[in-house]
Nanobody
Framework: QVQLVESGGGLVQAGGSLRLSCAASGRTFSSYAMGWFRQAPGKEREFVAAISWSGGNTYYADSVKGRFTISRDNAKNTVFLQLNNLKPEDTAVYSC?????????????????????WGQGTHVTVSS
């Protein structure tokens, strides 16, 4: 079993920044890729970013590329999402997820079916 707990959300003005954290339980955390997704009110869940087990590979949705940065600290079983230059359209519940695969090259990081454990999410609200 893996438990994922997000934190770091909040209310921020447009142009501001937040740093989200996702703390994972379980000794196998460092073996798996991790992803961040978000769901805005009334909308479908969408992919935000993913990172390989080592942190050496990352992948971003076009909508956040250049503004958001995903990273991880395997010693602390934590994955991070730095959100910069936030826009009102970034308002959503952000959730982290653990990939089923241990191999970066064999899975589609933007597809939610590739993930088997999900956190409850943390709210991010960006005011204009």
């Amino acid at each position: 079993q893996v438990q994922l707990v997000e934190s770091g959300g909040g209310l921020v003005q447009a142009g501001g920044s937040l740093r989200l954290s996702c703390a994972a339980s379980g000794r196998t955390f460092s073996s798996y890729a991790m992803g961040w997704f978000r769901q805005a009110p009334g909308k479908e869940r969408e992919f935000v970013a993913a990172i390989s087990w080592s942190g050496g590979n990352t992948y971003y949705a076009d909508s956040v590329k250049g503004r958001f940065t995903i990273s991880r600290d395997n010693a602390k079983n934590t994955v991070f999402l730095q959100l910069n230059n936030l826009k009102p359209e970034d308002t959503a519940v952000y959730s982290c997820a653990k990939a089923r695969s241990t191999s970066w090259g064999t899975y589609s990081p933007s597809e939610s079916y590739e993930y088997d454990y999900w956190g409850q999410g943390t709210h991010v609200t960006v005011s204009s």
